[in-house]
């Protein structure tokens, strides 16, 4: 590409300087850029986490900073920080709970009584299952003591859950935590005491089972499955351990190692198996010969997959669809020696459930240009705790808009432009082998406008996909789509779509038709297309 700024005769101070007047900050790669504010980063915090760190800090450096960060949002307001967490918790935006739990966790240590008070009032719209309940109090636990608020709070989740759930919960979930800090039901309901009344004698008698494992006494009725549960835990024939999962309706959970061994005691718990725990089993459905070409159970799980009602009611994230189709494609799993042939049926409706999971997201119909950073760093570290790359995400977060926008340009950049051929007709799989093929090298966030400029592009927006440590270009991001405005004559607007849970962006604050969002949130389409339109 030929020099435009030499050509336009531009002076400028280069990216490793900040530009004269504004409020701008180095990033970690000694390149100058915007500071997000607290409230952008206790998003990106609470969507991204910090799990595998950056190419320029390591997961513990980015974890420090970003808890102070989460921190100062609780003790400037609490209220504002809790209702936040509780929003992006229930709206199932958020890849993985883990850091929605950790800021809870925080929240209930604040030094506000009104806060402490407003965070223990929200676990049970946060913490909705055993798992989560177990993950946040061993947060809880490390940060502050046992009061009598938080018993409450714990003994109240215990008690207004409905009878049948808490059975599931109890079964599903028996401990959960790191090595040396993991919380069972047993350890909370002998800290908590939750007291059920008299007269709900199958929620006392699940309680004292749960405390007395070994306890010889009969369960009530309303506790079948319960019941069932320990009778298959005691068996070793799989046509009985059939009848119980499908009379019974028991999760893989309260299966023995033995019997996940048989395919028939796969196919009883396929039948009743929710959404993620199937994506997370389709490996093993196919290693025990269930999932082959033509079988009722590749039926079975290419119809669930094609259920976009189902996919919302389990709050099933398009990471986690995305991370079970690049896993489950390979034919391995990422740890053991866990083997399979992937059932193409099956790889293609995984596909189609990637898009599907999104919020839903219309056509703009304004000219677009994405630009996806291609620069060494988006090659290392991982997005939100999942096996994917910051390029392997922004690939597939592209063909989202590819497939909903009919005006759109993709090009790959670095300090210079790279050549990339997307098209909406592409499965996933295949532009992520196209994109690993490209050159990767130093970071120039602002090539996308450069390129614009240069070509005479008509671009309504400019969508890219970044960890925003830009540093190698001679004229800053922001400057070169100021100039393209003049240049064009089109008011032309830049969205940032971050990736990593650093506290910088390439957009300008105080510009109102530069946007930031956050990478990989579910809703991060559907946000892009109303800025990009005007409807936010």
Partial sequence: MKNILKMLGWKQAGQQAPLAG????????????????????????????????????SEARLTRETTQVVARCIDTNGARAIARIVELSTSGRAPKQDPILFALALATAATDPATRAAALAAIPRVARTGAQLQRLVGYIDGLRGWGRGLRRAIARWYLDQPLGELELQALKYKARGEKGQRWSHRDMLRLAHPLAPAEDRARRALFDRIVRPDSTDDLPGELARFAAAERLARTSDADEAVRLIVDHRLPRETVSTGLLREPKVWEALLAEMPMTAMLRSLGKLSQVGLLVSGSAAERQVVARLGDTGRLKRARVHPLQVLTALSVYRTGHGLLGKLAWLPAPAVVDALDRAFYAAFANVTATGKRMLIGLDVSGSMGVGTVAGSPLTPWEAETAMALVTLATERDVQVVAFQDQLVPLALSPRQRIDDAMQAMSNLPFGRTDCAQPMLYAMERKLQVDAFVIYTDNETWAGNVHPSAALRQYRQQSGIAAKLVVVGLTSTGFTIADPTDPAMLDVVGFDAAAPALIGDFVAGRL
């Fill in 22 to 57: 504004e409020a701008m900050v180095a990033n970690d790669a000694g390149g100058y850029v915007h500071a997000l504010d607290d409230w952008a980063r206790l998003d990106r915090f609470l969507i991204l986490g910090t799990e595998g760190g950056t190419y320029y800090a």
